[in-house]
């Protein structure tokens, strides 16, 4: 593990959970961006995500009140490790949001049993080059869940948020099906756009905060088995979802507004009109003015499947919270105070493996 590296970063005191302060700090955070690969449930989902995951834990514990005490920071930093990626540039983060499962072989089943456990093992079985060009989320989320773990040893809050809110970007990164896929943005089937048309449009315009009923967090007894689990999940929805853009595309087609292959993944951006969405964070049907014959063939049909994932992100996210507090020994959290107003979030290690 290498050094960490700061960033200072202004955030606010944390208000209670409330669906519409979510919505508040959504407005907030959803700046527009434009990014080569995956930005992953744009920010929207990964507010989202992390703002439900604090409802997950067992209520009656110091790490549910605390965190609650903070929701607003968690969901705040949610999207961190992309700003890392797309605006720090540092070196090494992109493969840390995802892994394209499928290159360890189909069906995913045969692809978590050909993928060894440790990371020099699968490098050694497949090249460097390749393991960390196919993606390293499972062990990223294993690693901050780690840190996370580390924090809780210690009392400095802005620690723990820091990591707890970095571990919620990366258990949500790996919900997100084409996260999991070698053919992450349709590319190789001729449905390029789908990426963000499923993620970050369909979810953005349809769904709200309190559309999100996440199951209680359990403990985990294997983080990166879990992880690995999570993301063959994933990669099994693929076929659904590019199967429900050709049908839309057909009835889009029929009605006489035929969709075109869309380009390459433009986060941040109606992939009909390449224009930036729509900043102002409220959910909306704006793009589906657009092509309303495509988007409600399309969302019929993975919008249950975009909120199944974003419920599971938030109680598997809830989980790893809690495993990570049990391992140091359920410390008691209540004492600590609020995060500062210039809180240190610690930038993603380099050398992270
Ligand atoms: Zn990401």
Redesign the pocket.
């Known amino acids: 593990m290498g050094p960490l590296l700061y960033k200072r970063v202004f955030t606010e005191k944390g208000p209670k959970i409330l669906n519409k302060t979510i919505a508040a700090v959504a407005a907030l955070f959803l700046a527009a961006g434009l990014t080569p690969r995956?930005?992953?449930w744009g920010k929207t989902g990964?507010i989202y995500a992390n703002s439900a995951a604090v409802g997950t834990l067992p209520p009656e514990t110091s790490l549910a009140k605390f965190f609650g005490a903070n929701q607003a920071f968690l969901a705040a930093h949610s999207?961190d490790?992309?700003a890392w990626?797309d605006k720090q540039h540092v070196p090494g983060e992109g493969p840390?949001?995802?892994i394209d499962l499928d290159a360890y072989g189909t069906p995913s089943d045969f692809a978590l049993l050909n993928l060894p456990v440790k990371r020099a093992d699968a490098d050694a079985k497949f090249g460097h080059d390749l393991v960390e060009s196919k993606g390293t989320v499972d062990w990223t989320i294993d690693l901050w869940t780690s840190r996370l773990a580390g924090a809780m040893k210690g009392s400095d809050p802005d620690l723990i948020l820091a990591d707890a809110a970095i571990l919620g970007?990366?258990v949500a990164?790996a919900h997100v099906p084409f996260h999991s896929a070698v053919n992450y943005d349709g590319q190789l089937s001729g449905q390029r756009g789908i990426h963000a048309r499923f993620e970050e449009e369909m979810v953005h315009s349809t769904i709200k905060p309190a559309d999100l009923t996440p199951d209680p967090a359990q403990p985990l007894t294997d983080v990166l088995a879990s992880a690995r689990a999570w993301s063959g999940q994933s990669l099994d929805l693929t076929p659904t979802i590019l199967q429900a853009d050709i049908e839309a595309r057909v009835q889009a087609t029929q009605a006489g507004k035929a969709v075109p292959d869309t380009g390459p993944l433009l986060t941040g951006f109606n992939t009909f009109t390449h224009k930036p969405l729509p900043k102002d964070g409220s959910p909306s049907s704006d793009y589906y003015q657009d092509n309303p014959v495509y988007w409600k063939t399309f969302s019929a049909i993975t919008r249950p499947i975009a909120l199944a994932r974003l419920n599971a992100s938030a109680s598997h996210l809830g989980s790893v919270w809690l495993t990570a507090w049990q391992r140091t020994g359920s410390p008691d959290l209540s004492k600590l105070r609020a995060p500062t107003a210039n809180v240190p979030i610690p930038v993603a290690d380099p050398d992270a493996k």
């Open positions: 995956a930005s992953a990964h999207s490790p992309d990626r840390h949001h995802f970007h990366y990164d």
